[in-house]
């Protein structure tokens, strides 16, 4: 699974990670963890919004602003 992301304010797309289904941690400790705020490394807009893929092909599409998202 690729998570990608992409800017609100300035359109900027970007891969942040690739996951795979086997290797899931687990959080150790019983509080629950603090949410991730994204920010965008260009402008600075804190309107990014995450979105997943399947294959590494679909999220390649969407970086290139070929692809409509999801």
Known sequence: M?????CGRC????ILSQRSDTSET??????PAEPVTLR??????RRVQV?????????????AKRGSGR
């Open 11 to 14: 359109g900027r797309r970007s």
């Open 40 to 45: 965008c490394d260009l402008c600075g807009s």
């Open 2 to 6: 690729m998570i990608c992301a992409e």
């Open 51 to 63: 979105v997943q893929f399947d294959s590494p092909y679909l999220a390649m599409a969407f970086i």
């Open 26 to 31: 687990q959080l150790t400790s019983s509080e």
